[in-house]
Each structure stands twice: as structure tokens, then as C-alpha cells.
């Protein structure tokens, strides 16, 4: 069946070093999304990509969507302890129904 | 107003008991979700519906009622619940079926 893989599950990383998630989809995806979820909080919409290729920028965030469309990736540069957290790819369904969700990457950040 | 509430935030039920949890929107939404997300996991997808009809039922146990009594409100039916359903159970709402989802803060559930 249709799969979001992400990688890595865990990653953890000095405050001020950069980190890097990726998401990798088993079809073609109409469009992905991000979001983050911090330790007891409930998952908050980060971004939407729909363009091939499409690179989108949120101050230290930099998000980007494969040729293919079926990859993308979440660069955090310069971390800071407010990134903890764990952050999640979603591809719709490809019917159209509903979000796949990846496993999820969590990010530690030490001071 | 761009939030989705949840009540209660917390419920500790035994397994004979019969409780709710309710979920509300007002950002004019078409689309409302029940997930279920357990420990270090991604939300699991329970229930989808799509104007006010129940359109995916991800083969949940019927322990499990959802209710869509009006296009702003959802409730989930808890009947005779195990052990391994606590978890967070998160209502989300959406414009569409594949566009970005709010999601409420959640009821953490214990079943004893």
C-alpha cells in the first residue's frame, strides 16, 4: 500500500547546529505537508508544498518538495532549543480521502 | 477564530463505562477527523467525515461511535473500552479531505 517513509526517527544536536529531516512517499504526492508537534502538544501545521521543486523559506526553515514529487525535505538551520519537538511529512491518500502521516522525526536540542 | 477545542482534556473511564469526548470548530470546515495517537507514534486516522457524513471509517472497533451532529461539532462514543485504547485522541478539521488540518489539543484518555 501507499507509504510516507521519514528518516531519521531521532536526532539530536547542539543548539546552533543545523538538522535535517527527510520525507520519501512510495507514488507521486499532489502535495506534502509539515507539521510539528511539541513534547505533550498536539501536531501544528508548519507548511503545504504543491510545485515541483518547490522551495519555501520560514526564517531558520527551509522546506523543500521533490522533482518527482515524491520526496521532500525540512532543513533547520542554527537550532535552537524552541525546535524540540517531533516533526511529521503528510501526503494525501491517493484517493483523495485523507493524509498519510510518516513516522515522524523528533529533534532534541542540547544548550 | 482558527482553533479546534477539545473536552475534556483528560478522562480516566473503567471499562463498563460509557463516556464522550467532543470536539468543536468554527473556521467553516468541511472536513473533521478523529485520530488516535499512542506514545513516540504518528496520529493514527479513526474517522473522516466530509460535510457532516461519516465518508472513512478506518476499520475501527465498534467500541467507537462517532457522531457529526452539526457541521461545527464532533463527539466520539466511548462504549466498553480496553486498556490499550488509552492514548491521545486528537479532532482535526479541514477546508478538504487533502488540504493542511487544525488539530485540537486533544483528550489524553486512560482506560483502568
Known amino acids: 500500500g501507499q507509504q510516507v517513509m521519514q528518516i531519521p526517527q531521532y536526532q539530536h544536536v547542539q543548539e546552533g547546529e543545523d538538522f535535517t529531516t527527510y520525507c520519501n512517499s512510495s507514488t507521486t504526492l499532489s502535495n506534502i505537508q509539515w507539521y510539528k508537534q511539541r513534547p505533550g502538544g498536539h501536531p501544528v501545521f508548519l507548511i503545504q508544498?504543491?510545485?515541483?521543486?518547490e522551495v519555501k523559506k520560514q526564517k531558520r526553515l527551509t522546506f523543500q518538495f521533490g522533482e518527482a514529487k515524491k520526496n521532500s525535505s525540512l532543513h533547520i538551520t542554527a537550532t535552537q532549543t524552541t525546535d524540540v519537538g517531533t516533526y511529521f511529512c503528510a501526503g494525501p491518500k491517493q484517493a483523495g480521502t485523507a493524509l498519510i502521516f510518516g513516522k515522524g522525526t523528533t529533534l532534541s536540542v542540547s544548550s | 477564530d482558527t482553533e479546534v477545542t477539545q473536552t475534556p482534556k483528560h478522562l480516566v473511564m473503567g471499562m463498563t463505562n460509557k463516556k464522550s469526548l467532543k470536539c468543536e470548530q468554527h473556521?467553516?470546515?468541511?472536513?473533521m477527523y478523529w485520530y488516535k495517537q499512542k506514545a513516540k507514534k504518528p496520529p493514527e486516522l479513526m474517522f473522516v467525515y466530509s460535510y457532516e457524513k461519516l465518508s472513512i471509517n478506518e476499520s475501527v472497533p465498534s467500541r467507537f461511535s462517532p457522531e457529526c451532529p452539526n457541521s461545527s461539532l464532533l463527539n466520539l462514543h466511548l462504549h466498553a473500552l480496553q486498556p490499550e485504547d488509552s492514548a491521545l485522541y486528537l479532532c482535526a478539521s479541514s477546508q478538504a479531505r487533502v488540504n493542511e488540518q487544525f488539530f485540537g489539543p486533544g483528550t489524553r484518555l486512560t482506560v483502568l
Open positions: 508544498l504543491v510545485k515541483s521543486g
Open positions: 473556521m467553516g470546515h468541511r472536513a
